[in-house]
């Protein structure tokens, strides 16, 4: 089972773009990675998938190195409304051996 | 709006009461989770459905009973709950089992005085 980590914490400011890099070093050939969206008291909501290179949507891109050991959600030009908890996930997400971590909370400042 | 619903978003019970959570997916999906979610702490998976039929029991308390009728709902059954047990409860689906991304709902903050 990959084990994952990442920053507990990040700031930034509206407009900047913020990158949370997380890391996994025994990711196995078949996983893929996958970024979720934590705002209080609401559930995690899906941001992006991927398995290699790179991926894009309306929200997010997503980095992923040859080795894919690592990956970078990238979040562009950041809102107030960004202020979340960012969770990195690889593996069967039927797993109970499969947390969700602690997350990396993002704090977009004005 | 993530097409899974939850009912309901808030309850608050004594340690003898029943009370009942239910789920519901509007997503034509296969899998179904329960997860708790506690103050300050990750999210911690509770209990997997896949078709109707529990794949798996994370050693959750008797005190906590699931139940699946059918594929688009999903009911958590609890009964002589303790205070600790005061969490946001969070519904989740899935086309599949395993590496499919879920789609959560809103979830239940439930308090247990």
């Known amino acids: 089972l990959a084990k994952t980590t990442q920053p507990i914490s990040m700031d930034s400011y509206e407009g900047q773009e913020v990158n949370i890099t997380c890391s996994h070093n025994?990711?196995?050939?078949?996983?893929?990675i996958t970024w979720y969206q934590q705002f209080p008291s609401q559930g995690p909501r899906f941001i992006i998938q991927?398995?290699?290179t790179k991926v894009t949507n309306e929200v997010a891109s997503l980095f992923i190195p040859a080795d894919r050991k690592s990956s970078t959600l990238s979040l562009p030009r950041v809102s107030l409304s960004d202020t979340a908890v960012y969770y990195c996930?690889?593996?069967?997400?039927?797993?109970?051996?499969?947390?969700f971590g602690a997350g990396t909370t993002v704090t977009v400042r004005a | 709006e993530t097409g899974v619903t939850q009912t309901p978003r808030h309850l608050v019970m004594g340690m003898t009461n029943k009370k009942s959570l239910k789920c519901e997916q509007h997503?034509?999906?296969?899998?179904m989770y329960w997860y708790k979610q506690s103050a300050k702490k990750p999210l911690e998976l509770m209990f997997v459905y896949s078709l109707e039929e529990r794949v798996e029991n994370n050693s959750v308390p008797s005190r906590f009973s699931p139940e699946c009728p059918n594929s688009s709902h999903l009911f958590l059954h609890l009964h002589t709950l303790q205070p600790e047990d005061s969490a946001l409860y969070l519904c989740a689906s899935s086309q599949e089992r395993g590496r499919e991304t879920q789609y959560f709902g809103p979830g239940t903050r439930l308090l247990v005085l």
């Open positions: 996930l690889v593996g069967d997400m039927s797993d109970y051996k499969l947390s």
């Open positions: 997503l034509g999906h296969n899998a």
């Open positions: 025994n990711i196995a050939t078949n996983d893929y």
């Open positions: 991927g398995y290699k």
